[in-house]
């Protein structure tokens, strides 16, 4: 019997690439990026992948990376690993690295649990979700990216004592977030708010439109 196909968590969007990005995948893309298919479960050797030993942050979502460049231009102690299926998004991210020169970024395009079931156990340092699709309609709720299944495998891939942050500004989601994130064995509550994330256009749009912004953080325990 064929497996079923898994459930996506997000809308597969298509979007007009402009120039610079183009020219950003085609100059970066060999060296920085990485096409995630469906199916492949063969280990993603992180330390290969980014030249060096170093504690890794795993952005899923990053939309148009302007956050995960800022990070980490801030942090270069540590490897970010981002993950979109949004073509321009991409393409942006990879411009921004190359105008910062920054080493410590690779982007992967595609769905990013099938990603993350190609990493190791104990791999990541931290894992950011923020501002994924809330899948507002309640027959939709099951392709919500923070759920029981998902959150049990992500937290499987964080070291112990490693963070994992999500962050929306649709307050049935964040209640549906807290929910299963305490529900998880292996997890334990370590802060709510912002804790030095930046702030992204995205949500100061979302403030300025009165949506309420909610942070959870939560730690391998």
């Not at 995630?36 to 899923?60: K, M, Y």
């Not at 919500?144 to 962050?167: K, Q, T």
Request: net charge neutral; aromatic share 6%.
């Amino acid at each position: 019997m064929s497996e079923h196909p898994p459930i996506r968590t997000f809308h597969p969007r298509r979007g007009r690439m402009s120039t610079r990005h183009h020219d950003a995948r085609v100059a970066l893309g060999p060296a920085y990026g990485i096409t995630v298919t469906d199916g492949d479960r063969e280990p993603l050797d992180l330390p290969r992948l980014f030249g060096r030993s170093a504690p890794v942050v795993l952005e899923i979502g990053f939309g148009r990376g302007d956050l995960t460049a800022a990070m980490a231009a801030a942090e270069p102690e540590r490897d970010f690993l981002g993950v979109e299926v949004h073509t321009p998004g991409i393409g942006n991210l990879l411009a921004l690295v190359g105008d910062a020169g920054l080493t410590n970024v690779r982007v992967a395009h595609g769905d990013a649990m099938q990603l993350v079931h190609r990493l190791t156990p104990g791999s990541l340092d931290a894992v950011h979700v923020f501002f994924p699709d809330p899948w507002p309609k309640a027959r939709h709720h099951k392709r919500r990216l923070i759920s029981p299944g998902n959150v049990a495998l992500l937290r499987d891939r964080l070291r112990e004592g490693g963070r994992l942050h999500c962050a929306t500004d649709w307050p049935d989601y964040a209640e549906a977030m807290r929910e299963t994130l305490e529900a998880d064995p292996g997890l334990r509550h370590a802060a709510d708010g912002r804790d030095g994330r930046p702030e992204t256009k995205f949500e100061r749009r979302g403030t300025l439109a009165g949506r309420p912004i909610t942070d959870l953080i939560y730690v391998r325990a």
